[in-house]
């Protein structure tokens, strides 16, 4: 990352504007430590309880997410992160046996009122998966998808448009513009995931959720997306899980450690990694378990 580029995050960083707010109460458990909250929040979730039937996967978790911040949640494997993620656009609505309790709002309206329509929640709200999975169309079809189903493009040129942009935001029009009638899934994994970007962004969502998005991709083609998440948190609000330590320190404004399906800490990315708060993080961070 360069110098200016290094500057230009922090400084965005800093927009965030954590309140001074130092810890958290949650009743059951420990506080959750650092600068839970912000003062211009995108997301705001409070008291968020998570079951799958009986077994409750996230405890009281409240956190803000700012506008144009990029927060990073870390934490071993089955602390919860991935099922907290999931729930900020309702993907969880798709498991039978799962029910979330508590306030999860975007902008102030709450995104579990009865009436609010699921579909356009998730275009609002972007998912991109651990795994790409770009549908068995043509890279065209793919990211048109959306604008045709949501009705965002009234002629052909207006789809077109909207393609090339998403693509180019994608930072992949350069390498597929001469085969867009090609399939979808015959481009390399790394295209693969940069393409599925560029579907997640082509109906303008506001907030764009990850689930290690490069969990399955080599070195290179992990750091293209590092370079685009970069870019994209200029326009997005941007969460994502990731297992890789580095990973969030490259990537993110803010880090979220989770434990058990406990919210344990959030503070920014910098003071996470070298001064945290709680005993935990730290016992994480330095490989003492995980």
Not at 232 to 240: D, G, H
């Amino acid at each position: 990352m360069t110098q200016l580029a290094s500057a230009d995050k922090k400084k965005r960083a800093n927009t965030a504007k954590p309140t001074a707010m130092k810890s958290l109460e949650v009743e059951g458990h420990e506080a959750t430590v650092g600068k839970v909250f912000t003062d211009n929040p995108k997301m705001t979730m409070r008291n968020v309880n998570v079951y799958y039937d009986d077994k409750q996967a996230i405890h009281d978790v409240s956190i803000d997410i700012a506008k144009n911040e990029v927060i990073a949640m870390i934490g071993p494997s089955g602390c919860g992160k991935s099922t907290f993620l999931r729930s900020l656009n309702r993907m969880n609505d798709t498991v039978d046996i799962c029910r979330v309790e508590g306030d999860i709002l975007m902008d102030g309206e709450n995104l579990y009122a009865p009436k609010l329509d699921v579909v356009e929640l998730r275009a609002r709200v972007g998912m991109v998966f651990q795994k790409p999975n770009p549908f068995p169309k043509s890279i065209y079809e793919n990211v048109a998808y959306g604008p045709k189903i949501h009705g965002l493009a009234d002629t052909r040129v207006d789809l077109d448009e909207i393609v090339e942009n998403s693509l180019r935001k994608a930072s992949l029009w350069e390498e597929v513009k001469e085969r867009l009638h090609q399939g979808g899934t015959g481009l390399s994994g790394g295209q693969q995931q940069r393409l599925c970007i560029a579907r997640a962004i082509a109906v303008s969502p506001e907030v764009i959720l990850m689930d290690e998005p490069c969990s399955a991709l080599d070195p290179i083609a992990t750091a293209k997306i590092e370079e685009l998440i970069e870019e994209l948190s200029e326009n997005f609000t941007i969460a994502i899980v990731t297992h890789s330590m580095q990973q969030a320190a490259r990537v993110s404004h803010r880090t979220a450690y989770f434990h058990l399906g406990k919210l344990i800490e959030v503070n920014p990315t910098e003071q996470v990694f070298t001064m945290p708060e709680h005993p935990l993080t730290e016992a994480y961070i330095t490989g003492r378990f995980g």
